[in-house]
């Protein structure tokens, strides 16, 4: 059984730009840390790519930590285009 009072041993990304805007997702604690970098593989226009992510803040939201994440282009595949109407990236799990 688990202890009520344990910590949590999740986080919840926030991705706030790039090719994951608005999307959420979770990520496990390591050693009560969250990741300060992270690459995520994701589809644009059924193209696999890695992308990068660094932690750009933090909050507590009832009792569960948000991170979020904004995109570095400069460490991941190909750029993405900010042209009207392309749907973003979604995560491959």
């Known amino acids: 059984m688990t202890d009520a009072t344990e910590k949590p041993n999740t ?5 706030t730009d790039g090719p994951l805007e608005g999307q ?10 969250y990741d300060k970098t992270f690459g995520v593989i994701a589809l644009v226009d ?3 790519a890695n992308f990068e992510y660094h ?3 933090e909050r ?3 009792g569960e930590t948000h991170v979020k994440y904004s995109f570095d ?3 991941s ?3 993405v285009s900010d042209e ?3 749907a973003p990236g979604e995560a491959l799990v």
């Not at 986080?11 to 991705?15: N, R, S």
């Not at 959420?24 to 840390?33: A, P």
């Open 11 to 15: 986080y919840v990304v926030e991705y």
């Open 24 to 33: 959420t997702d979770q990520r496990l604690l390591i050693g009560g840390e």
């Open 46 to 48: 059924g193209i696999e």
């Open 55 to 57: 932690a750009i803040g």
């Open 60 to 62: 507590e939201m009832n």
């Open 73 to 75: 282009a400069s460490k």
């Open 77 to 79: 595949d190909s750029p």
């Open 84 to 86: 009207e109407g392309v």
